[in-house]
C-alpha cells in the first residue's frame, strides 16, 4: 500500500504492518488481505475519519464503486402513489 512499516497498539490488539499480521494478546488473527489492507489503512489515517470515495480509491483504484442513491427510495411508510400528492 506504500504506507511505512509500523506497529499500532489499540485496545488488546498489536497490528504490524510490515509483516501484515494482527495480534490479539499472543494469538495471531487472521484476516483476508483485503481487510487488512483496510485495517492498515484506516489504523495510518486515525484519528481522521477516511470518506468511502478515499478507502475506494485506496482499496480498489481501478474500480469504480457504484452505489445505490437513497435519495430516490420511499420514506417509510410511505407508498410511491402517496409521495406524489
Not at 483496510?38 to 457504484?66: C, F, G, M, N, Y
Request: glycine content about 4%; overall charge positive.
Amino acid at each position: 500500500m506504500g504506507l511505512f512499516p509500523m506497529r499500532v497498539s489499540f485496545g488488546e490488539f498489536l497490528l504490524d504492518t510490515d509483516q501484515r499480521r494482527l495480534f490479539a494478546g499472543d494469538r495471531e488473527i487472521r484476516l483476508a488481505p483485503k481487510v487488512l489492507e483496510l485495517l492498515t489503512l484506516l489504523v495510518s489515517h486515525r484519528p481522521r475519519a477516511l470518506t468511502k470515495d478515499e478507502i475506494s480509491a485506496r482499496l480498489w483504484p481501478q474500480t469504480r464503486l457504484a452505489l445505490p442513491s437513497t435519495s430516490r427510495r420511499p420514506a417509510p411508510g410511505t407508498t410511491s402513489s402517496s409521495r406524489k400528492m
